[in-house]
């Protein structure tokens, strides 16, 4: 793809890779504030009085382990702030989910928005015509591949049959062409012409056309595919020696060349010559094109070099170079414009173009006020991170950026279309938020940049092998909004009662009946063991008025930590929990007297120094920590510290 990857914490890896891990580099300790139980309107059903019940704590500072473990005990962040549903008495019931990135299988809808965003950069679509996009029209007629499509000279596609076995076995070739290139660039970095501390793109094969090759001459009809890569290999090696040179982040033009960098041409050259053993083991020999990898039938890629295939960085269509018959063709087939993809991240700062966008995506998509999405907002909101950051390492247990909050950007042409607000933690990368330019909506950028995010943790998997899934925030079964998550399959849903993970597919059929369920029950039931999981009576049983739901697209992707307002304190907390909550709700097999309490300064456990209060006071702050140990847990309550002021 014509995607790029720059990190910013690059930079900072070569000072660091006398670590020995993640968590000898961490330094602090996390520590929050208590701010109990609250009620406050519902953002996703709308009903109305303070049906959306919560708790909530106040983030000081926070290691990444120990919100990968608030993580997976149903809480999120917004901003410095944590807040985790009560799920049995809240109008709408928020699961925790995500996906096993090595299990995921994209559906059609997935595999048509990353096949029409390559139409848009090799210039096949015009962000200037008017787009509607009908996805559930089109399914029928959409196939997993683009062989089956062809762009006639107005733009409109029209469906070419083909046969399906030939179909499959480009296919197979085409990926086996990109391992190669990979397994090449591979070799290449161990042998040190590549850049070690890089993450290089994968490679990707393009078939080329009968129709292109027609702009072709002579021995280029036995030109069957083409690869980009070493472009973009260029790119990314260019980025990130000028990061290291500035020890800031700038944004790189690549307009000034610079001898130290290795272009796309030297590049190319390297890995046809890794590849040349393809020509022993396959009918295919590869050649070296103007920075372009180039795969023939039989051996006639060396019969004639005036006839050169080349392909710009930014998209995948191939043209003639000779200059016998540039000056011919040039007005029979004019260019087509193409465009460059760059995916940038960087660490979780304010950047002023970025708050441009987010305002600009607040007023125009959900309708907000200006005044509403002010600079501070924004930085509470997205900008704001109580997270520890943790630099990379060499031994494999941090990746090339390090952990803590980022912001992926989106480049079109070099303008800012997109920004992705995560958090990479050390078993997951966590999406937050995402905001987009209104212009380009067509190009549905929530779910692409979901797609980037899962191949994200795909490739720095192999790198840092305890990152595994990817975390999409919460699930709503009674909100048609959210539903889209589950369409990123197997996904999982966490237990708010035991938090152990439940297939979707598993739970599905009793969240269609009831909105909160112990889902850890439903595995017993599929076993044949145990009877119906517990179901709430209590929880509020709310219609939904589709008809007044917005374009639902990509308008809510990552919307769920907006939602949460700025909350309201419940005057229902000055006691112990309610005797009505069922017994087995507010268990907790620990001991608040190690709950490790911050005062003046001072860290210790509550049992060394409970004797300073006195008995009102003791009765009403181990009240507070009994509810505190209940939505925390014991392991997290004993080394995070609560702290008193």
Request: one cysteine or more.
């Amino acid at each position: 793809m014509a995607g790029k990857m720059r990190s910013e914490a690059s930079s900072s890896s070569r000072s660091n890779r006398n670590g020995n891990n993640h968590k000898n580099n961490e330094r602090g300790q996390s520590k929050v504030h208590d701010c109990g139980k609250n009620r406050s309107s519902c953002g996703y059903c709308k009903s109305p009085g303070r049906t959306s019940i919560s708790h909530g704590l106040w983030a000081h500072s926070l290691t990444v382990n120990d919100y990968q473990d608030l993580l997976d005990r149903g809480w999120r962040r917004s901003g410095s702030f944590l807040y985790k549903p009560e799920m049995e008495g809240t109008c709408c019931p928020s699961y925790t989910i995500r996906l096993r990135v090595d299990d995921y299988i994209p559906s059609k809808e997935q595999l048509r928005v990353c096949r029409r965003m390559q139409r848009f950069l090799d210039g096949a679509m015009d962000c200037k015509k008017p787009f509607k996009l009908k996805e559930d029209q089109n399914a029928a007629m959409e196939t997993c591949s683009t062989s089956n499509h062809e762009v006639s000279s107005s733009g409109v596609k029209e469906f070419m049959p083909s046969n399906n076995e030939e179909k499959n076995g480009e296919e197979k070739i085409m990926c086996y062409l990109s391992e190669e290139i990979n397994n090449a660039v591979s070799s290449c970095t161990k042998s040190g012409e590549f850049p070690e501390d890089v993450q290089l793109p994968k490679a990707a094969v393009k078939k080329v056309s009968q129709a292109k090759r027609k702009l072709l001459v002579g021995v280029t009809e036995h030109l069957l595919y083409s690869s980009s890569i070493a472009f973009q290999i260029a790119a990314t090696i260019k980025r990130a020696q000028s990061v290291l040179k500035d020890d800031h982040q700038s944004r790189v033009s690549g307009n000034g060349a610079d001898e130290n960098v290795l272009s796309p041409k030297v590049i190319a050259e390297k890995l046809a010559n890794s590849l040349k053993q393809l020509a022993e083991t396959s009918s295919l020999s590869v050649s070296a094109c103007n920075g372009h990898i180039n795969f023939y039938s039989g051996s006639k890629a060396s019969l004639d070099k005036s006839a050169e295939v080349v392909t710009t960085s930014e998209g995948s269509a191939a043209r003639h170079e000779s200059k016998a018959c540039c000056s011919k063709n040039s007005s029979e087939h004019p260019q087509v414009k193409r465009r460059r993809l760059e995916i940038y991240l960087k660490r979780s700062t304010f950047d002023a173009e970025e708050y441009a966008l987010y305002r600009r995506y607040q007023i125009k998509v959900h309708n907000d006020t200006p005044d509403h999405v002010t600079e501070n907002s924004y930085k509470r909101f997205l900008v704001d991170s109580p997270l520890i950051f943790v630099p990379p390492t060499s031994d494999g247990t941090v990746p090339s950026c390090g952990f803590g909050s980022f912001h992926q950007q989106y480049l079109i042409n070099g303008q800012l279309v997109a920004v992705g607000v995560v958090d990479i933690l050390p078993r997951c990368l966590s999406s937050k938020y995402l905001f987009w330019d209104p212009d380009f909506a067509f190009l549905s950028l929530g779910k692409y940049s979901a797609l980037q995010e899962i191949n994200w943790v795909k490739d720095n998997h192999i790198h840092c092998p305890s990152l595994q899934y990817y975390y999409l925030g919460y699930y709503i079964h009674s909100c048609n909004k959210m539903r889209y998550k589950a369409a990123y399959r197997p996904s999982e849903l966490l237990c708010p009662l035991r938090y152990q993970w439940v297939p979707f597919d598993i739970a599905k059929p009793f969240l269609d009946r009831k909105p909160y369920v112990v889902l850890s029950d439903c595995t017993n039931i599929q076993d044949g063991e145990g009877s119906s999981p517990y179901v709430s009576e209590h929880v509020m049983e709310l219609e939904h008025d589709d008809g007044n739901q917005e374009n639902l697209n990509d308008a809510f992707l990552y919307e769920d930590e907006e939602s949460q307002p700025e909350y309201e304190s419940s005057d229902d907390e000055s006691g112990p929990e309610s005797s009505s909550t069922p017994t087995f709700f507010r268990r907790e097999n620990g001991d608040v007297g190690n709950i490790l309490i911050g005062l003046k300064g001072s860290c210790v456990k509550y049992k060394d120094l409970q004797q300073i209060f006195g008995p009102t006071e003791r009765n009403y702050l181990e009240s507070q920590l009994r509810r505190y140990l209940r939505v925390v847990g014991t392991e997290l309550s004993e080394r995070v510290v609560y702290s008193l002021g």
